[in-house]
């Protein structure tokens, strides 16, 4: 791992932490909003953040979002057909898998028409087994997605969403010494650690670690 007392590594750090204190009120609020989602809203409003989650790998998150949207105007998100769904999702990489996995998903948590989502969830105490939980069930789903998933729902206070835009960023903050190729649960769990301590050590909580390094790539706070 990279020196921490490299010099621009420390100065990647600075404007990390100067960019925080300018955005971290903005940045609570957005959990605050996956929290309150998670608590009140509908069934619905959760199966649509884990069909986000399903859509981003190797796609913008914002066409995925995009693609939730137009599925639920067009009243398909529970009910439409393979084809129908992949007529929605011409913006998502891999439309194909992806919408069979969205009909998968939705059969195991819609009976007779209803979804519930929330007690299964609320099975697992802690984040890290209903993550588990989900990479074992949901077809598509990795670390990361479950990782996602749970913090868009006020349950991922200390999981990392390690995607390409954080891991550009934890090489430039000196955690990781290069993006890996490949991610198996193994890697995926000890660069978590390390970016827990290292959360800990810059007094940034993780989660909002998280949407700042997003921000730094991005420009904005999305989800």
């Not at 913008?60 to 067009?74: G, Q």
């Not at 891991?167 to 198996?184: A, E, T």
């Amino acid at each position: 791992m990279t020196s921490i007392s490299d010099n621009k590594t420390q100065a990647y750090l600075k404007g990390t932490k100067n960019t925080y204190s300018k955005i971290k009120n903005d940045i609570r609020a957005r959990l605050s909003e996956f929290k309150h989602l998670g608590k009140e809203g509908s069934e619905l409003d959760i199966f649509c953040e884990l069909a986000f989650c399903l859509f981003t790998p190797q796609s913008k998150a914002k066409n995925c979002c995009a693609s939730v949207e137009s599925l639920v105007d067009k009243d398909l998100i529970l009910n439409g057909s393979e084809e129908l769904l992949c007529g929605e999702l011409n913006y998502v990489r891999f439309k194909y898998t992806k919408a069979k996995n969205l009909i998968l998903v939705r059969d195991i948590f819609q009976k007779n028409g209803k979804l519930s989502i929330r007690p299964t969830l609320d099975q697992f105490p802690d984040p890290k087994d209903a993550r588990e939980w989900l990479v074992e069930n949901v077809r598509g789903m990795g670390y990361k997605e479950a990782s996602h998933f749970l913090r868009n729902i006020g349950k991922g206070e200390h999981l990392a969403i390690l995607d390409r835009h954080i891991l550009k960023n934890l090489v430039l903050l000196g955690m990781i010494d290069k993006i890996p190729r490949s991610m198996s649960p193994k890697k995926y769990l000890e660069i978590e650690s390390k970016m827990t301590v290292f959360a800990e050590d810059i007094k940034i909580p993780m989660e909002q670690l998280d949407l700042l390094l997003w921000y730094k790539e991005t420009g904005e706070i999305f989800k």
